[in-house]
């Protein structure tokens, strides 16, 4: 850190480390970028990280995972906020006429598949977690009663109550089929929405569009539900209205016949999946409990984790490695290792398990949308992009060039990702940002 704070291009390197916005593991590029005029050939403008600190350019890492960098991570839940709030009530190229489409905030979650420790309050009281006067013992010897009051953080929360007796092939197997399932999801509700409005489906297609936005959440247990909006829109999408006939009612009732109807199968084991018989449809308001801000807010979120709340890995297991010695809660360990052992099967190749066991399964995008619900995340960086570049050209870092008469030329390669210990400090304080606790060393 004393190296680093006495080097003669600290102010520069201090500069790069601001801009990143406190990334924990800023990416090292070493390059150059070009402008040339297309009619001359002059070269008008160059940038080259040859005069940067340690001849890099340090730039974000972009992940959204928060357990890796609360910064970047924070900055992808802002735009899926804006992205799911511009989708209720306009803006960022949507027209605030949307506010006025029927649409619901819709949570399906996954099946039993076992009991497990849980934290349930009433009227403002925890209650007993598993309280049975004639709880049976199961063949393992657990009895199956619990009777304690957990709190909020108690590490037993989402683990079985006997963990011989829960079904961790069929929880790994509903994660990986998940996206399927909600795909037939989607088309059940097209079709039957159509059918109660005595419509067939493309007749349907010709007069309302249905649009989603959804993201996946983990429960203490491992598995995932998913949390989605689905508005009504014209044919034209949410430039639209939706005809008068198009209701939030019928709407919602095609929401609960589809997620009873639907099934996925995984054939080469024979066993079938659908959703949970919790189900939960309400409908969106601008002033009552469920504002437009309440779903983006909770959507965004979600949209920054993965399953660090099981307590598994945010990175990739090998399949070398030793799960035994893997610093992970047992429960997830045998989550884990039920990816594993079922990814050897052949016929589940087309699930990847073995690829994504450190996400127990689940190998679909966390959040998604229709084409024509809102605006792109690629639109909202691409507008952050002019706005920093125009405030560069104000500020006389970059010169002010007529894009159809410049050729840029660039050149990048990758140098390295992180920070040293010491460095760590120095952007923790500089950003106003936590000291992370592993570091990550640099490999320049």
Known sequence: MIHRLHQPDYDRWASQIKRTGGCRQPIHLRGKVEHYDQATGDLLHRYTTRTEPNGVLRVPCKTRRASRCPACAEVYRADTYQLVRAGLVGGKGVPETVSSHPCLFVTLTAPSFGAVHTRREKNGKVLPCHARRDAETCSHGHVMSCTDRHSADDQRLGEPLCPDCYDYNGSVLFNAVSPELWRRFT?????????????????????????????????????????????????????????AWARADALAEAAQHAAEVVTTEVEPLGRTFRWGT???????????????????????????????????????????????????????????????????????????????????????????????????????????????????????????????????????????????????????????????????????
Not at 297 to 324: F, S
Request: proline share 4%; hydrophobic share 40%.
């Open 278 to 444: 919790q189900l939960d449809v309400r409908r969106i308001t601008m002033d009552g409990d469920l504002t437009e801000q309440a779903v983006a807010a909770y959507i965004a979120k979600y949209a920054t984790k993965a399953a660090e709340c099981v307590g598994t890995l945010d990175r990739r297991v090998q399949p070398l490695d030793n799960l035994d010695e893997l610093p992970v809660r047992e429960h997830a360990r045998r989550l884990i290792a039920a990816c594993m052992r079922l990814g050897s099967h052949s016929g589940l190749a087309d699930l990847r398990l073995v690829h994504w066991a450190h996400m127990l399964g689940f190998r679909g995008h966390f959040s998604t949308k229709s084409r024509r619900y809102s605006t792109t995340l690629g639109d909202l960086r691409a507008a952050r992009e002019e706005h920093m570049r125009a405030e560069e050209v104000s500020t006389g870092r970059l010169p002010l060039f007529d894009e159809d008469t410049v050729l840029v030329i660039a050149h990048w390669e990758y140098a390295g990702q992180g920070l040293s210990i010491g460095e760590q400090a120095l952007a923790a304080a500089l950003t106003g940002t936590r000291l992370p606790g592993p570091a990550v060393m640099t490999d320049e």
């Open 187 to 243: 088309l059940a509700l097209r079709r039957r929405f159509a059918r109660l409005n005595g419509l067939t489906v493309k007749a349907l297609r010709e007069q309302v569009m249905i649009s989603f936005a959804k993201v996946a959440e983990y429960q203490r247990r491992g598995v995932v539900h998913f949390h989605a909006v689905i508005r009504l829109d014209g044919p034209d999408g949410p430039s639209s209205p939706p005809p």
